[in-house]
């Protein structure tokens, strides 16, 4: 409930403390999560900060000598723990601290059991799909690289870079890479990277180390900022067994920084070896071309129509005469046949004529209209009947029947 205060009736420092103490005890006993930073054993209290490892924000702890010494050696600073508290708030000083009941330091079991579960909710959200993975440039013209300072991560992409290929450049951000500060640094750097036009590609690359030491390249606020950045992202975290969540997110993925410079820059020696073995490929395939053209050119000037036009001539020529000829035979062996056939037709004609059989002494009667009389019984006495001889025909007059 707000208080209802003015500058005519305000309320008292004690009043406004109280109550803040108030709303904090209803909290009750919590348990949180942070990284120890600051710790300091006085007599038998023991004080620390309990920093949250991604954000920058901290609180004061206040415990027993008796619970630090039950969490055991374990509880230094720079390690993780989990702390079962109450939150206090001390009136007469206006602060803010946990009083702590149970300190447990989360061991690596935990660690990768966490880190499992956010691997599954983020693979479940689709940040890790190969379908939103981007393909490195071939050439990039500037590479931004995120590394320690002074680290052999740093010395090994540079060097290697540069030997494979002596004109690429390098925008280099150095950040912390472990510790309660790293994260943050990490993803300040990649969004200064992102945001560059001359930046092609952002290589995110530490050395090996404890599982302790890479969990900021695990952080879900670390991998999220790579999934959403629009420039190509090669993570190079470790050596190749250690595999945290950047190396899912990232578009591509080096077991090792000096592999990540093998992957993102292309090496010179390699490529003017590719352009000579292209080179030579394109000569023999051009030659050969040319080659087979010429020689079907020579196949075609050495036949016959064109390596002697005049002697094609002459065979066609040839082919034509005795053509000609042949035909003529056919032609003449045909009319052969047809006048020995004309012959034989002649003579069946003579021998079968009226003409042929007057010649052997035979005579035709006819009557006046020039019918023939074929039997005796057709003609009557009296009837003038003509008769026709080889040689001439007579008028004759029948007497008797």
Known sequence: ??????????????????????????????????????????????????????????????????????????????????????????????????????????????????????????????????????????????????????????????????????????????????????????????????AAPDVDVIIIARGGGSLEDLLPFSDEALVRAVAAARTPVVSAIGHEQDTPLLDYVADVRASTPTDAAKKTVPDVREQLALIGQLRDRGRRCLSGRVERELQWLAGMRSRPALADPAREIERQAEGVATLRDRSRRCLSAALDRAEDGLSHTRARLVALSPAATLERGYAIAQRTDESVVRAAADVSKDDELLLRFKDGRITVRVDAV
């Open 1 to 194: 409930m707000a208080l209802e205060t003015s500058p005519e009736s305000p309320t008292p420092v004690r009043t406004v403390l109280q109550l803040v103490g108030g709303w904090i005890a209803k909290l009750g006993r919590i348990w949180v999560e942070g990284q120890i930073t600051e710790l300091n054993r006085r007599a038998g209290t023991v004080y620390f900060t309990l920093r949250d490892p991604v954000a920058n924000v901290s609180v004061r702890v206040v415990c027993p000598r008796a619970v630090c010494d039950n969490a055991g050696p374990a509880v230094v600073d720079g390690a993780r723990v989990v702390v079962h508290a109450k939150p206090d708030f001390y009136i007469n000083r206006g602060s803010f601290a946990l009083s702590a009941f149970e300190i447990r330091p989360v061991g690596v079991g935990e660690l990768l059991a966490r880190l499992e579960r956010l691997k599954q909710l983020l693979t479940a959200e689709g940040v890790f799909n190969a379908e939103r993975k981007r393909p490195l440039p071939f050439l990039p013209g500037t590479i931004g690289l995120i590394c320690g300072r002074d680290s052999a991560a740093e010395r090994d992409v540079l060097d290697n870079s540069r030997r494979r290929w002596p004109a690429v450049r390098f925008t280099v951000e150095n950040t912390a890479v472990q510790g309660s500060y790293a994260v943050n640094e990490i993803i300040d750097a990649l969004h200064r990277l992102d």
